[in-house]
């Protein structure tokens, strides 16, 4: 089966600016998640959609940051401003299940850096 | 609180070594634990979890609930093991998420 796509691979903007990302999950997974990595740092989940709806986005900085997930497939993930701190990769990943235990397939991340 | 430890950034040992990559979690019910592997160059894939008291690549972990461990281990280390390895915890209930360790880098020396 075809892994999970992101693009773009790499992003380097200006703080203050505008960036998204974009995911699309292995088909048929309904469970989507996007994580924050900061270097040096263990993945942190940000936002989970099952379908097209939202399940936990507790730790998503709703000021700044904002996702989607329209007809329950593709999904982007904006930030607007920027923050030096925004500096990161951005994982996507999707599951068949939202069971425990069930696991995830990753994509390969877009590289985030803010200057 | 929940939270997975990883206490060594850097794990060397030479080819043929046993090892052991300790990971310590923090959680009062009963969790979901894994292990993910990222290969140079490549994503973040799962190695192997708990539930399913699986062997991959010669891998194993057992999980402690009295330690609240989840180390993972392999008697004979190859080069080819060289990667991050995370641990990862999840709580359960309808997020599904995974709560990660900051990750144990392994170098198996020639």
């Known amino acids: 089966e075809a892994g999970v796509a992101q693009s773009p691979r790499y992003k380097i903007i200006e703080k203050r600016q505008s960036v998204a990302f974009w995911c699309n999950p292995i088909s048929g997974h309904a469970t989507l998640y996007w994580y924050q990595q900061i270097l040096g740092q263990g993945p942190k989940l940000l936002i989970q959609?099952?379908?097209?709806?939202?399940?936990?986005d507790s730790q998503l900085p709703k000021d700044r940051f904002s996702a989607e997930r329209l007809k329950g497939v593709d999904s982007t993930l904006k930030i607007q401003p920027a923050k030096l701190e925004d500096s990161a990769v951005y994982l996507c990943?999707?599951?068949?299940?939202?069971?425990?235990?069930?696991?995830?397939?990753f994509g390969s991340g877009t590289r985030l850096t803010v200057v | 609180a929940q939270r997975v430890t990883q206490p060594e950034k850097l794990l060397s040992v030479f080819k043929g070594a046993p090892v052991e990559l300790k990971c310590n979690y923090s959680?009062?019910?009963?969790?979901?634990l894994f292990w993910y592997v990222q290969y140079s160059r490549q994503r973040l894939q799962l190695l192997l979890r708990h539930i399913s008291r699986e062997s991959i690549k010669g891998f194993t972990a057992d999980l402690n609930k009295g330690e609240t461990s989840f180390h993972l281990k392999k008697p004979f280390a190859q080069e080819e093991d060289s990667a991050m390895y995370y641990c990862a915890l999840s709580p359960g209930g309808a997020t599904n998420k995974l709560i990660f360790g900051t990750g144990t880098l392994l170098a198996v020396q020639p």
């Open positions: 959609f099952q379908n097209n709806g939202v399940v936990d």
């Open positions: 990943a999707s599951s068949r299940d939202i069971s425990p235990g069930y696991g995830y397939t």
């Open positions: 959680y009062s019910g009963s969790p979901e």
